[in-house]
C-alpha cells in the first residue's frame, strides 16, 4: 500500500510539473530522493508521462484531429500541401526527430550518469537563466501561423536537450521559440504539440523495462502514477495557457535557479547523494 501512496505523490509531481518550464524529470528526480524514496527510475519517469500527454490530446483533440487529417489529405491531394496545418504536420515530424534519434544514441547515459543530482541541479539553473533572457529579450512578435520549418527543427533541436534531466522539455522549446520572436502562448502551444511523439513513443519504448530496474516501481504503481498524472496534468496545460497570455515566465526561472542552487547544496552537505544507492 506504502508504495501505490508514493506512486500517487509521484504520479501529482508529473502532473503539475510536466507543462510548466521546470523540468518533470529533474522533480521526479529530486523529490523521492528527498523523501527517502529513492530513485523511480528511468523506465517509471517515461512511462508515467504518458499520461500528461494522454492530458495533451484530449486538450488539443480538435487541433491535433485537423492538423493529422490534413496532413493525411495533403500526401495524395497537391492542394492541402501548402495548407497551414499540413506544414504544421511535417513541422512536428521533423522537429521530433532530433530527440528520437539522440535518445537511442544516448540511452545508456541517459538511464545512468546524467540522472545525476549534479547534472540535475546544475542544469536546473543554466537553462533556468536561458529561459529568463529568451524571454526577457525575445521580440514576441510571431503569432503559431508564421512558424517556418527552419524555427521548426530549431525548436526540435532545442527539446532534444530536454534528454538531460533538468533542462525541461517545455521550457527548452519555449526558450527557442521565444528567442526566435514568438508569442508565449505561441511558442508553448507548439511545444506542446511537438512533445507529443517523442514523449508517447519514449514511453511505449520503456515499457518493457517497468520493474527491471533496482528499487523500481512495478506495474501496479505505474499504472497508478500515470492516471493521477494524466488528471493533474490537464488542469496545468489549461491554467498554463491562461497564465502565459498575460505575464512572463520569471517566477518559474526564479524557482529553477532557488531550487537548482538548494540541491547543489544539500549535495554538497551530504544530504543528498548523486546516484541513487551511491
Given at each position: ?42 523506465a ?34 497537391p ?56 524571454d ?32 525541461s ?23 506542446f ?49 491562461r ?27 551530504g ?8
Amino acid at each position: 500500500m506504502w508504495d501505490y501512496l508514493q506512486a500517487v505523490v509521484l504520479g501529482l509531481i508529473q502532473g503539475l510539473t510536466e507543462f510548466l518550464p521546470i523540468s518533470s524529470s529533474a522533480h521526479l528526480r529530486i523529490y523521492p530522493q528527498l523523501f527517502g524514496w529513492g530513485d523511480p527510475g528511468a523506465a517509471f519517469t517515461a512511462v508515467v508521462q504518458i499520461g500528461t500527454e494522454l492530458a495533451v490530446l484530449i486538450y488539443f483533440r480538435k487541433d491535433i484531429w485537423r492538423i493529422a487529417v490534413t496532413w493525411l489529405r495533403s500526401l495524395v491531394k497537391p492542394e492541402y500541401r501548402g495548407h497551414r496545418d499540413a506544414r504544421m504536420g511535417w513541422f512536428i515530424i521533423l522537429g521530433s526527430l532530433p530527440i528520437v534519434v539522440l535518445g537511442l544514441l544516448f540511452e545508456d547515459a541517459i538511464d545512468s550518469a546524467l540522472r545525476s543530482l549534479w547534472v540535475v541541479g546544475t542544469t536546473l539553473i543554466v537553462f533556468g537563466v536561458v529561459l529568463g533572457v529568451a524571454d526577457r529579450y525575445g521580440r514576441n512578435d510571431k503569432p503559431i501561423e508564421k512558424l517556418t520549418l527552419r524555427h521548426a527543427v530549431l525548436m526540435g533541436l532545442a527539446q532534444a536537450a530536454a534528454l538531460v534531466p533538468g533542462v525541461s522539455r517545455s521550457g527548452a522549446t519555449i526558450s527557442m521559440g521565444r528567442a526566435l520572436g514568438y508569442e508565449r502562448a505561441a511558442a508553448t502551444r507548439y511545444a506542446f504539440l511537438l512533445a507529443i511523439p517523442a514523449v508517447v513513443g519514449a514511453g511505449v519504448y520503456k515499457l518493457k523495462d517497468i520493474g527491471e530496474e533496482a528499487n523500481a516501481y512495478g506495474w501496479g504503481e505505474t499504472a497508478v502514477a500515470t492516471l493521477v498524472s494524466f488528471v493533474v496534468g490537464y488542469a496545468a496545460i489549461a491554467w498554463l495557457l491562461r497564465y502565459v497570455s498575460t505575464r512572463s515566465y520569471t517566477p518559474f526561472v526564479v524557482y529553477r535557479v532557488l531550487l537548482g542552487a538548494a540541491v547543489l547544496a544539500l549535495l554538497g552537505l551530504g544530504v543528498l547523494t548523486p546516484l541513487a544507492g551511491a
